[in-house]
């Protein structure tokens, strides 16, 4: 595969003219399309105008951040640069508003926060509190599975553990929290005076067919990034001073290098409008239904399929691996895909045509008819 050099909405294309379908918008981050002509436009007046000023305020930046406050409903928002980077400060805010023994942190097996060194640890297969994606479809019944990790959950809780993080679906294999397990296990962190991070890198921006998930079910805190930039790097920590310690958040550094960009804020400014104006996550409703729907209708013998939103994840029934079958759609039918082991994930801009769709499943069908 040669170098990619431009794109556009859902199209992305090498040095040679040649044209590609990018089914996971860049890295789950260009969700309104490539080059999105309002995006481009916000870009050039930020650059045009004023790059970094460190912490200083700004009217984009002042902007951004009551804009957030006001999409999200939580009182405080701050400015980073990475998800990793917005989540470790998420985490060291949470856990220094914690007493000294009660500072654990607990995720989910399988999710994923970042690849720093203090993120990366939250990807380790050893932690101890883990949901099987594979109980949604049964063998043993999900209820038996939720009421077990719940229980287990408020237990971990009446000890040394204080913080929750969990991605409210799971970009890696598409575990999802329902709504109805993410109000109880709310309620648990609400009992046991512990502090509900969610991830909501990929889910936010109308990713999982809503704005956010948050705005569904509350947390303490909520990380996002990835929508916000559109493929720039800008992220943000959004919370309520409650539960948190009062006199941790005023003296708590909140400042990094390139945090709260002034031309980076204009177009975070730009997507959080694109956002509401352009119903999008309606529309990213639209393409994930259409793209499972189809994909149902002729997979379900060897993958299970599913879909949160325009998030759509296709598992092998066997466990083998899906990586040759992302190969073939990226080399044979230029169509871009993420594999991880036995699962294969899909993302599309929320502008993806209908054509497009339709050459995706086309070519998918394809691949495993051979």
């Not at 949604?136 to 599975?145: C, F, N, S």
Request: glycine letters at 8%; proline letters at 4%.
């Amino acid at each position: 595969m040669k170098r990619l050099v431009c794109g556009q909405n859902e199209f992305v294309y090498d040095e040679d003219g040649v044209e590609f379908i990018d089914a996971v918008s860049g890295v789950y981050n260009v969700s309104y399309g490539h080059c999105h002509p309002r995006i481009v436009e916000a870009l050039k007046q930020g650059a045009g105008g004023l790059v970094n000023t460190y912490g200083n305020p700004t009217p984009w930046r002042r902007d951004l951040e009551n804009k957030l406050v006001e999409l999200t409903g939580f009182d405080e928002v701050h400015l980073f640069s990475t998800g990793a980077e917005a989540v470790e400060k998420a985490l060291m805010l949470a856990l220094l508003s914690l007493p000294a023994n009660r500072r654990g942190v607990l995720h989910a097996k399988g999710g994923f926060h970042g690849k720093t060194m203090g993120t990366a640890g939250l990807f380790d297969p050893s932690f101890l509190i883990r949901p099987s994606y594979r109980s949604r479809y049964g063998d043993p019944p999900y209820a038996i599975i939720e009421a077990d990790w719940l229980a287990s959950l408020r237990h971990a809780l009446k000890s040394d553990f204080g913080v929750v993080i969990l991605e409210p679906v799971m970009a890696y294999y598409g575990f999802e929290f329902s709504y109805d397990l993410l109000r109880r296990i709310k309620e648990i962190c609400d009992d046991t005076h512990s502090i509900l991070i969610f991830d909501e890198m990929v889910t936010g921006f109308g990713r999982a067919g809503v704005n956010f998930i948050s705005n569904v079910v509350k947390p303490h805190m909520l990380v996002t990034g990835k929508g916000l930039g559109q493929g720039l790097p800008i992220s943000a920590v959004l919370f309520d001073r409650k539960p948190l310690n009062e006199d941790v958040v005023l003296n708590f550094s909140f400042s990094t290098a390139t945090a709260g960009c002034a031309f980076l804020c204009r177009v975070g400014l730009e997507s959080c409008k694109i956002l509401v104006e352009e119903d999008m996550a309606l529309r990213s409703q639209g393409v994930g239904d259409r793209l499972c729907a189809q994909l149902k209708t002729f997979a379900l013998d060897l993958f299970e399929v599913w879909s949160v939103g325009s998030m759509v994840f296709v598992q092998a029934k066997d466990g083998v691996s899906l990586e040759p079958l992302e190969t073939k759609l990226r080399l044979d039918h230029h169509i871009l895909t993420r594999a991880h082991g036995s699962s294969l994930i899909m993302m599309p801009p929320f502008v993806t045509l209908n054509d497009s769709i339709d050459r995706i499943c086309s070519a998918f069908k394809e691949v495993i008819a051979k």
